[in-house]
């Protein structure tokens, strides 16, 4: 009998745990692959301490070759474009198709840029590498930037985290060459909606603390290739622009033959299942749950090992189990300097202890994932 063929696309968050628990759900008569653009998955919760100088790039990286190879999973690097007319295979960028019985969505989010004119003067925070490899260029000579000035767009949790580790790093290399440098961290809505108002007031009290400038309803209209232009016509000079806006898919899936939301991620039911589809699921941040959830790394980790039973379910012929997302989950939020807070509904803590507490958790997270 020929063999079944399940193919995860995407290295997120719930697939290299689906990757994991391989043994418990997927039958030995099954060829499970991973397509992924990179050979490394960024896991972002460790990303802002990475930026910050307290971990080495590395300790953010999760290897996917090299984790497929450890349990005999096929590995593909290659782009992900949509399915074939018949719906029977993947198609990839560079022409690449990769037949399947079974497969499963997991390719993430970036930052919205469609509403930012020229935003290709500055960089989004996601795909991770290339950020990253854009911060360590700037980290090693900010005196060349011109001018002397960083604008963070987006006021929640990723800017507030990254603007204050990108500071807290130069300060840490360049000390007093920096005096004249300055920070803007520019928001749409109210800085880290969402949270309660200790959460808000101390992340005003640190960004001001380490004289980042605030801008409040600062919508912004278009970048250049030296400043940030907002709605109300104010020019910000900006030597090095960052996005941290709310997550969009990816890449345009408008040729994909997949169902899309008004805002273009995939919509799923109860079960993760894409709509209109019975072996297509999809997950993480590029999965509409019917109840809008945030876009956060925490639900694709919960997705993980339910989408493994799921996909276990499907192949063996037995019923699917409902994914029931909790309301509210912990956020913790890094300061920069090895301090972070903790905020969950009236929740509020902050200290270096609770630092700690995230190096721990984010730690035992990726150690969990190396070979
Ligand atoms: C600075 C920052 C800090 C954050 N901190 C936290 C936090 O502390 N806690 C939290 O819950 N959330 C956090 N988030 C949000 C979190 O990053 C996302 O919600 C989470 O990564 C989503 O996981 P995912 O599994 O959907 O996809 P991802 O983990 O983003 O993985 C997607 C994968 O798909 C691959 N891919 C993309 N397109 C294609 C394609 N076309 N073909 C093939 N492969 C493709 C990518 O290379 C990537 O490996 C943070 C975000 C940022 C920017």
Known sequence: MAKRTVVLIGGGHAH?????????????????????VNPHAVYSGSLPAVVAGHWPVDQCL????????????????GRFLGLSAD????????GRQLKFDLASLDIGSVPSSSDIANSHHGITAKPALNFLQRWQQVAAEPLALEP???????????GVELILAMRYRLHQLWGDRLRDWRWHLCSSGPLLSGHN???????RRELNRAGVEYHDA????????????LESGREIPSGFTLLCTPAAPPQSLGASRL??????????????????FQNLFAVGDIAAFPRPLDKAGVYAVRQGPLLAANLGATLSGAGQAAFRPQRQYLKLIT????RAMASRGWLYAHGHWVWRWKQHIDEKFVERYRV
């Not at 290299?16 to 992924?36: A, F, K, S, T």
């Not at 002397?148 to 990723?158: E, F, I, K, P, W």
């Open 197 to 203: 108002r200790w959460v808000r007031a101390r992340a």
């Open 87 to 94: 719906r029977s295979a993947i198609c990839l960028a560079d």
């Open 62 to 77: 999760i290897n996917l070759p090299t984790l497929c190879e450890e349990l005999g999973v096929r590995w593909c690097q």
């Open 148 to 158: 002397r000035a960083a604008v963070v767009v987006g006021g929640g949790v990723a």
């Open 218 to 229: 600062a919508k912004v209209r278009q970048l250049g290739p030296a400043s940030v232009i």
């Open 259 to 276: 169902p899309r939301d008004p805002a273009g991620f995939v919509p799923v039911d109860q079960y993760l299942r894409v709509t209109g």
């Open 16 to 36: 290299i745990e689906v990757l994991r628990q391989r043994q418990r759900w997927c039958p030995p008569d099954v060829e499970l692959w991973l397509l992924d």
């Open 335 to 338: 300061l920069g300097e090895p």
